[in-house]
């Protein structure tokens, strides 16, 4: 079990949300404080935040606005105030394994036809999440890389930010990862970087952990083998519930040893903080108690830190813990009870 080390589970593939999109898109057009008190939940109005404030696109087939629109229909009117507050507001899109090339295209397209950007979240690396709720990944290196190239097709010319492989660095660093696969990981990781970085419209994130399981002493060196120097920077807190606050710190101090790199904050579910009481072993996994974080946003407290982001859909499950369904299934006791934690 590995559990304890990473703080965090992985979502499922979105596949069926961009089978959804492929129907729909030919005909429809798709500040936080950083100090990590402020809980700054998403605004109820059903709009997106100004373009200058939050460029990133808002998936109108998302799990939480299919939610919203049945609580409307069934007139539970409290209950889809709540959820809007998910629905209103950009989430990361975890590209699947099916189809990554008509995936990445259909997303990319209906951002770049609502004059947004695409957030795309990348998460296939071979032996990823050490056997845990998301286990799997592509079959080996060859199929990784295959994989990447379909992804960066896909994205064309188009604006993407994509967030690289979650975990990927931290599990060689804690060493849930086993050491004969490391060389190999940081190739794939590095190789990624490049490829994507060759479409002229994408800014790529590589994951660097959180505040509760990274030391910057010790992740710095992977991350520069894992090709952070190409990349426009990192992300911390992906999927985990560490403040704003404490995020920006390990966040600038990791940057610190990495030639002043910036980076991306994951606020999807930070507005309370991290969970802290029952098995520090489980804490991490559909945490009760937790609240929505600062509303994505490129105007941050700080000029290192890019963007808040909700990289983690707020609403889906860690995992089938805590009564939650299996991870990346909607959730939709925890999305209330995270909007609502909120207020």
Same mark, same amino acid.
């Given at each position: 079990? &590995?559990?304890?080390?990473?703080?965090r589970?992985?979502?499922? =593939?979105?596949?069926?949300?961009?089978?959804?999109?492929?129907?729909?898109?030919?005909?429809?057009?798709g500040?936080g404080s950083?100090?990590?008190?402020?809980?700054?939940?998403?605004?109820?109005?059903?709009?997106?935040?100004?373009?200058?404030?939050d460029?990133f696109?808002?998936?109108?087939?998302?799990k939480?606005?299919?939610?919203?629109?049945?609580?409307t229909?069934?007139g539970?009117?409290?209950?889809?105030?709540?959820?809007?507050?998910?629905?209103?507001?950009?989430?990361?899109?975890?590209?699947?394994?099916?189809?990554?090339?008509?995936?990445?295209? /259909?997303?990319?397209?209906?951002a770049?036809?609502?004059?947004?950007?695409?957030?795309?979240?990348? &998460?296939?690396?071979p032996?990823?999440? =050490?056997?845990?709720?998301?286990?799997?990944?592509?079959?080996?290196?060859?199929?990784?890389?295959d994989?990447?190239?379909?992804?960066?097709?896909?994205?064309?010319?188009?604006?993407?930010?994509?967030?690289?492989?979650?975990?990927?660095?931290?599990?060689?660093?804690?060493?849930?990862?086993?050491?004969?696969?490391?060389?190999?990981?940081?190739?794939?990781?590095?190789?990624?970087?490049?490829?994507l970085?060759?479409?002229?419209?994408?800014?790529?994130?590589?994951?660097?952990?959180?505040?509760?399981?990274?030391?910057?002493?010790?992740?710095?060196?992977?991350?520069?083998?894992?090709?952070?120097?190409?990349?426009?920077?990192?992300?911390?807190?992906?999927?985990?519930?560490?403040?704003?606050?404490?995020?920006?710190?390990?966040?600038k101090?990791?940057s610190d040893?990495?030639?002043?790199?910036?980076f991306v904050?994951?606020?999807?579910? !930070?507005? !309370?903080?991290? &969970? /802290?009481?029952?098995d520090?072993?489980?804490n991490? =996994?559909?945490p009760?108690?937790?609240?929505?974080?600062?509303?994505?946003?490129v105007?941050?407290?700080d000029p290192?830190?890019?963007? &808040?982001?909700w990289?983690?859909?707020?609403?889906?499950?860690?995992?089938?813990?805590k009564?939650?369904?299996?991870?990346?299934?909607?959730?939709?006791?925890?999305?209330?009870?995270?909007?609502?934690?909120?207020?």
């Amino acid at each position: 079990m &590995y559990a304890h080390r990473t703080g965090r589970a992985r979502l499922a =593939c979105a596949a069926p949300l961009a089978a959804a999109l492929l129907l729909s898109a030919c005909t429809s057009s798709g500040g936080g404080s950083g100090d990590g008190g402020d809980r700054g939940a998403a605004p109820s109005s059903g709009t997106q935040q100004p373009k200058e404030t939050d460029p990133f696109w808002v998936n109108p087939q998302g799990k939480a606005a299919r939610q919203l629109a049945a609580y409307t229909k069934a007139g539970r009117a409290a209950d889809a105030e709540l959820v809007e507050r998910i629905a209103s507001q950009p989430a990361g899109e975890w590209v699947g394994t099916e189809r990554p090339e008509a995936e990445a295209r /259909t997303l990319t397209e209906a951002a770049h036809k609502a004059d947004r950007e695409a957030l795309l979240v990348l &998460y296939n690396i071979p032996h990823r999440d =050490c056997g845990q709720h998301s286990a799997g990944g592509a079959a080996d290196a060859g199929a990784y890389r295959d994989w990447v190239e379909k992804v960066a097709r896909g994205i064309g010319e188009r604006r993407a930010t994509v967030v690289l492989e979650p975990d990927a660095v931290m599990h060689m660093v804690d060493g849930c990862t086993e050491q004969q696969y490391h060389e190999e990981r940081y190739e794939l990781l590095k190789g990624a970087v490049q490829r994507l970085k060759r479409q002229p419209g994408v800014t790529v994130y590589l994951d660097a952990g959180n505040a509760g399981w990274g030391k910057p002493e010790e992740i710095f060196e992977p991350l520069r083998r894992a090709g952070v120097a190409d990349a426009d920077g990192f992300a911390v807190n992906v999927s985990n519930f560490q403040t704003t606050e404490a995020s920006t710190a390990y966040g600038k101090q990791l940057s610190d040893r990495i030639g002043g790199k910036p980076f991306v904050v994951d606020t999807s579910r !930070n507005g !309370n903080g991290p &969970y /802290t009481e029952g098995d520090p072993r489980e804490n991490w =996994c559909n945490p009760p108690g937790r609240a929505l974080g600062e509303p994505p946003t490129v105007r941050t407290a700080d000029p290192l830190v890019k963007a &808040y982001l909700w990289i983690k859909r707020p609403g889906e499950s860690d995992g089938d813990c805590k009564g939650g369904p299996k991870a990346g299934e909607w959730f939709e006791q925890y999305a209330l009870d995270l909007a609502r934690g909120a207020e």
